[in-house]
């Protein structure tokens, strides 16, 4: 199996940007051991503060970013990081190639129960003229992004990533610490049968999302004339991974519960990288209205409407909407 440098190597993936991606898979590593070690790390359960959206923070995200942010800040590769555990962007080197952008621990609420969380992140090009510590750094489209990424701490440690050449898959190897190519070019299946949504806002969606999830509901006997199933996890990087693994749709709607929010999905760490990875493998990712990865960003921590997965779904979800 190879390696991940060469792999990079034969996408033509310039030597700094290898670097970089190395030096985000080396607090992989360390955070994929201290999750493993779970209670025995001390570092379950929350801590005391909120993070900026009003989120409870737990022990582990706490440390997954200070990991990051660390060897991110010291690798001399990166102008400035954002991350959301932090309230702004923070400044790296002045003449750092590299902008990243990351969610630490994905899924946290998933950290008690043994359940799959992840790491996910997106790096673009630094704007020459920009101050390092000027937020505006950060104003990028994700179709900007040169690499994308999630690293999945499941029962086994996975990063899926592109660089915009095809979406790879990488198992961990502990024997020897690295990561090892298992898959390239993943292809989501066109067709699905298979929906994750939260249920459990139903009332809360606008009327077109209401009326697609009801025709999946009706199965064979409704206007799809076929039966749908439906799988939730409550950590994106899991939804995701299942979808690029075997199709399906994903969606976080727009819903009506905090009206001051636009989705709760991320744009900037969880929706454009997350989209990068499911159009390079054959998906769409869209909201109601047009293509995530164009939407021009106006804050590090911008809230977004999420539908994503295998082409067709995605569009006959979109007609809805027409
Ligand atoms: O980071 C936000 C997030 O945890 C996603 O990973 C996940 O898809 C979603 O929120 C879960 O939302 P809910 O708590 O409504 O199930
Ligand atoms: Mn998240």
Redesign the pocket.
């Known amino acids: 199996m190879q390696r991940l440098a060469p792999s990079l190597r034969q996408d033509n993936v310039s030597l700094d940007l290898i670097s970089l991606i190395k030096t985000i898979l080396a607090a992989t590593k360390e955070i994929s051991f201290r999750v493993s070690q779970a209670h025995l790390s001390g570092l379950m359960g929350s801590t005391l503060d909120e993070n900026i959206q009003g989120e409870v923070q737990k022990k582990l995200d706490v440390v997954a970013n200070q990991l990051l942010k660390d060897v991110l800040l010291e690798s001399g590769f990166v102008k400035a990081i954002s991350s959301e555990e932090e309230d702004n962007s923070v400044a790296g080197d002045e003449d750092g190639k590299f902008l990243v952008s990351f969610?630490p621990l994905?899924?946290?609420?998933n950290i008690d129960i043994n359940s799959l969380i992840g790491t996910i992140f997106s790096i673009h090009e630094a704007l020459p003229g920009v101050e390092a510590g000027d937020p505006a750094q950060f104003k990028q489209a994700g179709t900007k992004q040169v690499c994308a990424g999630y690293v999945l701490y499941g029962p086994s440690t996975m990063l899926v990533m592109t660089t915009g050449n095809g979406t790879h898959m990488y198992v961990l190897d502990r024997t020897h610490g690295g990561y090892l190519l298992v898959e390239r070019n993943l292809q989501i299946p066109e067709e699905t049968q298979e929906f994750a949504i939260?249920m459990s806002?139903q009332r809360f969606w606008q009327a077109p999302m209401q009326n697609y999830i009801n025709d999946l509901l009706a199965g064979k006997e409704g206007p799809r004339e076929k039966n749908f199933n439906m799988r939730?996890i409550?950590?994106?990087?899991g939804?995701v991974h299942r979808v690029l693994n075997r199709g399906g749709i994903f969606t976080?709607p727009k819903d009506t519960k905090d009206p001051s929010k636009a989705g709760?999905?991320r744009l900037m760490y969880?929706a454009n990288p997350m989209s990068f990875l499911v159009e390079q493998a054959g998906g769409l990712s869209v909201t109601s209205t047009g293509r995530i990865m164009e939407i021009e960003p106006t804050d590090v921590h911008q809230r977004v409407e999420v539908i994503l997965g295998s082409k067709n779904e995605v569009e006959k979800c979109l007609s809805y909407y027409s």
């Open positions: 969610d994905d899924g946290s609420s939260n806002n939730w409550a950590a994106m990087v939804d976080y709760k999905l969880e």
